[in-house]
């Protein structure tokens, strides 16, 4: 299943664990639902340059996000912080120093509608998706 990490603090730890016979440097490990996973995976997207793909990011997760985006966007892109179109979803460059603000709101309007976005036939996370949907630890 899909989950969140956090890795040894100490530089030396994680290196030497690495290392041929070592363990993996997680010290915390945290399990998340399909729809908080696809929720940070929408919010780690929303960060890139070219913004979120409606359509590439219901293929990849099999969630749809492009009626809560709107939703929760619409106000920012009025103030220049968001571009919306028919397609995607982006912060703009002058967004980018209140991005922490609106992502924050993202992130928990995506939450709360939890298993609405899902579409039934949901795969369910898994190491083919690419690593850029994955959230951030």
Do not use: C
């Amino acid at each position: 299943g899909a989950g969140q990490w956090k890795n040894v603090g100490n530089l030396a730890h994680y290196l030497e664990a690495l290392r041929p016979g070592g363990t993996v440097p997680v010290v915390q490990m945290e399990p998340l639902t399909r729809p908080h996973w696809a929720a940070g995976a929408a919010v780690f997207w929303l960060r890139l340059n070219e913004g979120l793909s409606y359509r590439e990011f219901l293929d990849r997760t099999g969630v749809g996000v492009h009626a809560a985006l709107h939703r929760v966007l619409t106000p920012f892109a009025e103030q220049g912080f968001a571009e919306l179109t028919a397609d995607k979803a982006s912060i703009t460059e002058r967004g980018v120093a209140v991005s922490d603000h609106i992502l924050k709101r993202v992130l928990a309007a995506l939450e709360e509608e939890g298993t609405d976005t899902l579409r039934s036939t949901t795969p369910s996370p898994s190491p083919g998706v690419p690593a850029r949907v994955a959230p951030t630890p």
